[in-house]
């Protein structure tokens, strides 16, 4: 990846270091190597690509991948976010969550069914809820407005799910607020009476 992405690299070179990355994204195990280099590496370059490869893998492919590996990749990627957000570029988390949330887009509710009571209990620790936010936005983005690879009924179905998790949002969302406000607002104690006011 560094090599592909140096300035000296020729433009020959770049076509032959895409067509071996095309070809091993296409491979129906890659998503463990991936996996693994999202565990281990600190390469930026390295951290995307891999993510570019389940991204591809859950909207291109998810239909041929085994019920197996759907509910390993299902239960891994999210450790990972959770293990590793902290540490992880801001762009790279962000990507990620996008990642999980286009699992949600393909399973929500019926094989990945805590898909959005893990984004509410996100929200709900405070340690998390920075993250629990980013995951409710782009499950908001994601979810409310699909994209053209959906049928109709799906996109339908998605919307209703959604807005069936309105109330409880709103009510999650006003107490971040509140907590917020109560951080950061300043208590006007009431002035002691002037001492030259009247006693009437």
């Known amino acids: 990846m560094t090599e592909f992405f140096h300035t000296s690299t020729s433009n020959e070179r770049k076509r032959e270091i895409e067509a071996l990355l095309n070809n091993f994204a296409q491979q129906l195990g890659a998503w463990r190597f991936c996996f693994y280099f999202l565990s281990s590496s600190h390469n930026d370059y390295v951290l995307m690509y891999s993510l570019s490869v389940f991204e591809n893998l859950i909207n291109k492919m998810w239909l041929g991948v085994p019920s197996e590996e759907k509910m390993e990749i299902r239960s891994s990627l999210p450790k ?105 607002s300043v208590t006007a104690a009431t002035p002691p009476p002037s001492p030259t006011a009247s006693d009437a």
């Open 80 to 184: 990972l976010l959770l293990t590793q957000h902290k540490t992880l570029p801001g762009f790279i988390c962000n990507k990620l969550c996008k990642v999980i949330v286009d699992m949600g887009r393909q399973d929500w509710p019926m094989f990945y069914h805590d898909f959005f009571t893990n984004i509410l209990q996100l929200i709900q620790t405070p340690s998390t809820t920075p993250l629990g936010l980013i995951m409710l936005k782009t499950a908001s983005e994601e979810l409310a407005c699909p994209r053209e690879d959906l049928s109709v009924a799906r996109k339908e179905e998605l919307r209703k799910l959604l807005l069936d998790q309105v109330p409880t949002v709103l009510g999650l969302l006003t107490g971040v607020l509140e907590s917020i406000w109560d951080k950061h």
